[in-house]
């Protein structure tokens, strides 16, 4: 009995110590910060425009399945985006001069969001998902760590609309190319959506047909 | 003899009036009033995830979204609406008599808005549906089925034998209906809720 208890308890430690291997995530140090923003910072700077496919992992955790959805965006720097998805269905949004256009499954509709000051952080957010930069300590409380292979921050929003909904946000840096490859939202219920972006092509060529849907 | 009057006038309106509030489904035959039970062949397996996008029309707005159905017990299903970009903006649970709300963003949490969903999802999920009266015609049976505030038409078809459409009326008049497209067995492939009374409407599409 008490030999079943000690591999039980062994299994248990092996078990525990694997997983922590496998999740390691260190903090970064003062200095690592400051680096790590600062390249960042620079990198987002350097974009000027940004094409890439997406895929969409919606994690609930009363489901068999997770939800999958995929896509493709297009960045144009300082605030135009369209991100669309492709599969399993058609739908665009498009975010141009103060103005949202939403093409659903051929269904189209604009507003005029320009002043709404929900919008603007709307954009701020998803530009700032896309660019990396979002380093707001007035929206957020920020943390920064590392893995083996990416650099994680963390923003947890500090009040407003964005708190209600969202309680946190990850960012998933390369650790050798400072471009966001993975954006993860935590709700707080347990349940999170998680965007992985492939085939990043950085200052593609973009035209004006690439914002219009 | 004018009270034998008065009576004889609320008989007849009364008579009148009972007889305004049957519904009949049209070019059908009452064929049976014996009460046997119709299983809902839809949302039944608790291993399935039923996953919509959604399309819908309240007060001259239109929303887009995905819808997800669950049934987490026996008796009970989970609904959850979000936007295309994952973020939840309602999520409840509903039984044949239970309601349980377990979030909603604000704007969604509107009572009148949430009695609407709870209604029409608690008649579309349901499990089994109790039935009264049975009519036919040569394309389809429709069965009978008593409400908490009306009644329930479902309308299946004799040939493809599935359920694809049902119609809720209250006093005689038809309040709403439910259509399924159905290339599936477990789940329809399409359902379009529309509000005869109300400036709502639903459509799912399964993704």
Known sequence: ?213 | MPKLALRILLISLSLIFFGCGTYQPKNAELITTAISEFSNPYFADISQDYVYKANIEVYGRNLGGIVVIKKIDEDTHRVVFATDFGNKLLDFEVSASSFKLNFSVEGMDNKRFLKLLENDFRLLLNRNYLIEKTFANSNENIYESKQKRGMLYLFESKEKKHLYQMIFTKKSKEKITFEFRNEQETSPTQIDIVHHSLPFRMQLMKI
Request: proline share 2%; net charge positive; charged share 20%.
């Open chain 1, 1 to 213: 009995m008490n030999r079943i208890r000690l591999i039980l308890f062994g299994l248990m430690a092996f078990l525990m110590t694997t997983s922590i291997t496998f999740a390691q995530e260190q903090k970064l140090s003062t200095t690592e910060i400051t680096q790590f923003k600062n390249g960042v910072i620079a990198q987002a700077k350097a974009i000027k425009s940004l094409k890439t496919d997406f895929v969409q992992r919606k994690h609930m955790s009363f489901l068999s399945n997770e939800i999958e959805t995929s896509g493709n965006m297009v960045f144009q720097a300082p605030n135009l985006l369209n991100w669309k998805y492709t599969k399993p269905y058609q739908y665009s949004i498009v975010f141009k001069q103060g103005k949202i256009h939403i093409n659903d499954q051929g269904n189209k509709s604009s507003f005029d969001a320009s002043g709404n000051k929900m919008f603007e952080k709307i954009n701020k957010l998803i530009v700032g998902s896309v660019s990396g930069n979002m380093f707001d300590d007035n929206e957020f409380s920020i943390s920064y760590s590392k893995n083996k292979t990416h650099y994680v921050a963390k923003f947890v929003p500090k009040s407003g609309d964005l708190k209600k909904v969202i309680a946190e946000i990850e960012l998933y840096f390369p650790i050798q190319k400072l471009v966001v490859s993975e954006v993860k939202l935590n709700e707080y219920s347990g349940d999170y959506t998680q965007i992985i972006f492939k085939n990043q092509q950085l200052n593609a060529k973009v035209s004006p047909s690439d914002f219009t849907n």
